[in-house]
């Protein structure tokens, strides 16, 4: 495989979807130039049945035939073909596409769940970047750690 | 506050996230999308981008 990143820091933009039971966003993040797969990175905010949106970012991978292959919601999957600066570009550009939908949507109510359990204190400071943008929209937060090693962050939007 | 449905919701929640990627995936304004940047990358990967050794 030869992924090549194409993407700049904080470009936090791409193709925008907004409906009421969801709002997101994807820009092409790269290419393998043996495989000719294009790579995408989502962040999306989907309604749940409780009313709450649920955030989560990931990486999708298109084939020849623009066909979906395969989703990446765990950095251990991704490390396999993105290296460290690319890793680092997309999560300026994951905290930049969440920057850029807090700035258009007030959700009262978001709940953000790790896909990995017991996350190493490393792993969670992405998490702790995705707070701090949460916090700058007003918003306040409770965190947890669920019995099964789950982490779990709820975000409400405080009253003006 | 963190309640036990939001903990019980916690147990299926790649599930959800991968099921609703799929399902936007296979939106056919989201593919046009697609296609269309898959196809700029392409063309742009062709004319400019470094190959790796």
């Known amino acids: 495989m030869a992924f090549i990143c194409v993407l700049n820091d904080e470009k936090g933009w791409g193709d925008l979807l907004e409906t009421e039971a969801k709002v997101s966003v994807n820009t092409v993040i790269g290419y393998d130039d043996e495989t000719d797969h294009v790579y995408h990175l989502y962040v999306s905010f989907d309604r749940q049945n409780t009313g709450y949106f649920e955030p989560s970012f990931y990486i999708q991978e298109f084939d020849e035939k623009d066909e979906p292959v395969y989703e990446y919601f765990h950095s251990t ?76 962050w709820k975000f409400l939007r405080a009253p003006l | 506050m963190i309640d036990e449905s939001d903990i019980a919701a916690a147990r299926e929640a790649e599930k959800r996230a991968r099921l609703r990627a799929q399902a936007a995936a296979r939106d056919p304004a989201m593919k046009t999308a697609v296609r269309q940047a898959n196809a700029k990358m392409r063309e742009m990967s062709r004319e400019r981008l470094p190959k790796k050794a």
Request: glycine share 6%; net charge positive.
């Open chain 1, 77 to 152: 999957e991704t490390k396999s073909f993105l290296d460290r600066e690319s890793r680092r570009r997309v999560l300026a550009n994951v905290l930049a596409m969440i920057r850029t939908i807090l700035g258009r949507h007030k959700f009262d109510t978001c709940i953000f769940y790790s896909m990995d359990v017991h996350l190493p204190p490393e792993a969670l400071l992405k998490y702790t970047y995705v707070s701090a943008i949460f916090f700058s929209f007003g918003y306040i937060g409770e965190y947890m750690t669920t019995s099964d090693g789950q982490h779990i």
